[in-house]
Every structure is written in structure tokens, then in C-alpha cells.
């Protein structure tokens, strides 16, 4: 399954359960030292580890992905996620493992 590092946010605890429940290997910023750090902290961290950044923050991670990419740094995929209620945890993990299934990580 695709290595997934989850951004900071209140929902992602469940999302980590829920996807290493279905075989994803998942990192948290608390397990990666980087818990509240900014987001190039996490993106930084996420492409030099081989993770693929899963995060709900579009407004600021989304320019700082396109302003990384412009400046010739690579990453391993960002995955922006719409912002759902806590309870589409499920929703969420489907369309996961669909996109597993579709894209190997080197396709990412």
C-alpha cells in the first residue's frame, strides 16, 4: 500500500487507524517529531522519508506545493483532501485504496 504521512489535523487520528487497518503505512507528525511545525516542515519531511503528504489544508499547502515544484524540489505526491466531517473517515479510505490501486507510487 502507499506510504502515507498525514498532515496536522484534528481528523487524522481516526484516518490512521482506519488506514493502517487496511495495510497502508502510515506516519503522524507526533511520530515524526514535526507535530505542529509549518507546513514545509511536513512536505519537507514527507519527500525525504518517501511518504506521500495527505493533508485537508488546500489554501496554504497547495501554493507552497506549486512554489516547491517551481523551484525544482521534488516529492513523493500530495494528496489534498476535501474537508469532510469526522464520521467520512470510511469515504475517505475507499477512495485511498482506490487510488492504490490505480497508481503505484512511482506514478505519484
Known amino acids: 500500500m502507499l506510504p502515507i504521512y498525514l498532515d496536522d489535523s484534528s481528523m487524522m487520528t481516526a484516518l490512521e487507524k482506519a488506514l ?12 515524526a517529531g514535526t507535530a505542529g511545525a509549518e507546513d514545509e516542515v511536513h512536505l519537507r519531511w514527507a519527500a525525504e522519508h518517501g511518504f506521500i503528504l495527505l493533508t485537508f489544508d488546500k489554501h496554504t499547502m497547495v501554493p507552497l506545493v506549486d512554489a516547491w515544484i517551481a523551484s525544482g524540489k521534488e516529492h513523493c505526491g500530495v494528496i489534498v483532501c476535501e474537508q469532510m466531517p469526522k464520521d467520512a473517515v470510511g469515504i475517505i479510505v475507499r477512495r485511498l485504496k482506490k487510488l492504490a490501486k490505480v497508481y503505484p507510487l512511482e506514478a505519484l
Open 20 to 31: 493502517r487497518s487496511e495495510g497502508f503505512e502510515v506516519m503522524t507528525p507526533a511520530e
